[in-house]
């Protein structure tokens, strides 16, 4: 294991251009659906307010699940429950939370904890896509923070509710941009206060970090009847990076939108994975909306995965 986590020669051996070519093909196919309801089911989902998580939660709600939506707007809550609540006739609860601040992350693990019924699905979906590099008030990098490590410790506090439940699925709205992390996590920099830090890199680096810890959680919830899984939930139109410049909201405007499918798509991938039968017992995997597709290398290696899950609980404050 090299020291600052760069296995150039070790992934270059492991890239394989059949990989890369079924990558392009699936990003052009649809999501299989599923027509089975989900009525009396609880669902939970970060980020409900906009983008790919507010169709989401309206995807689950139409099919009789009740939601509990992590969310940092109140009033796009309000309204969001309101909305559900009427249009469905299931229960939308909220609980607000800043997922950049480790407490308000922590607040939220443990109310979740508290829960005296099953969460059936998890879903952590927030996220944010930043140009500059922001250092949280914990001094923890935004993208990171956001984008991982509070889905890693939101895991982490209800790993054992979820294994006496015997039965739930976490799913992890991943994205096919881990693929920007080419040359693997650097465990030595994870904030990049060493390198230059670029938006890409940062978010590929948070989702491939979010991949690797996948893979210890599936070892951990292993034949436990709970299952965890990454998606690539389709290059679509949504509010994501409308935090950075002038710049860059007139390129996502004028010329990304342009390019991107709608985020329906993505909603119908996300409670298929969540409902179906045909991928109940799948764990530790990562689809392209709902096609199984093998990560890129550095995302399968598990010798890293066990050092950032060491890492990660430190800087979540889980021991
Ligand atoms: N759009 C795509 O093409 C695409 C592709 C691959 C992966 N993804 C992934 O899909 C997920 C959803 O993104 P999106 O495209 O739907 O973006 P979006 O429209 O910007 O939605 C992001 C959601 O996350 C919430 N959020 C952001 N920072 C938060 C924080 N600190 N605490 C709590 N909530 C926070 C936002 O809340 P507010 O409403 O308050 O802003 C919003 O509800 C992300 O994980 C993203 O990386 C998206």
Redesign the pocket.
């Known amino acids: 294991m090299e020291i600052n986590g760069i296995r150039f020669k070790k992934y270059f051996k492991e890239y394989e251009w059949s990989n890369v070519f079924a990558m392009l093909k699936n990003n052009r196919r649809n999501p299989l659906i599923c027509k089975d309801d989900f009525k009396g089911k609880l669902v939970v989902i970060?980020?409900?307010?906009?983008?790919?998580?507010?169709v989401v939660a309206k995807k689950y709600a139409s099919m009789g699940a009740n939601l509990i939506c992590?969310?940092?707007?109140q009033q796009?809550s309000k309204d969001l429950q309101q909305e559900i609540e009427k249009e469905y006739k299931v229960e939308c609860n909220y609980i607000l939370?800043?997922?950049?601040s480790l407490k308000e992350v922590h607040r939220v693990a443990n109310t979740l904890l508290e829960i005296p019924i099953p969460i059936d699905v998890l879903i952590h979906?927030?996220?944010?896509?930043l140009t500059k590099r922001e250092l949280t008030s914990d001094g923890i990098e935004k993208v990171f923070m956001?984008?991982y490590l509070s889905s890693f410790i939101i895991n982490y506090i209800l790993k054992d509710k979820f294994k006496k439940q015997q039965k739930a699925k976490i799913i992890l709205?991943?994205?096919?941009?881990h693929r920007f992390a080419a040359w693997g996590l650097r465990l030595d920099d994870l904030y990049w206060s060493k390198r230059k830090y670029s938006g890409l890199k940062s978010?590929g680096s948070a989702?491939l970090a979010q991949l690797l810890a996948m893979l210890c959680f599936s070892e951990y919830f292993n034949d436990s009847g709970v299952t965890i899984n990454a998606m690539?939930?389709?290059?679509?139109k949504?509010?994501?990076g409308?935090e950075n410049g002038k710049l860059y909201k007139w390129y996502k405007k004028n010329i990304l939108d342009k390019t991107?499918k709608p985020?329906s798509i993505s909603a119908e991938a996300i409670y298929y994975l969540g409902v179906s039968k045909d991928v109940e017992t799948l764990s530790g995997k990562f689809f392209n909306l709902t096609t199984l597709e093998t990560p890129a290398p550095p995302a399968l290696d598990l010798e890293v995965a066990k050092l950032l899950w060491g890492i990660s609980i430190k800087l979540g404050k889980l021991n």
């Open positions: 970060s980020g409900a307010t906009s983008g790919i998580g507010y992590i969310n940092r707007n796009k939370a800043d997922l950049s979906n927030a996220g944010v896509f956001v984008q709205v991943n994205s096919e941009g978010y989702k690539h939930p389709g290059a679509v949504t509010d994501t409308h991107l985020s």
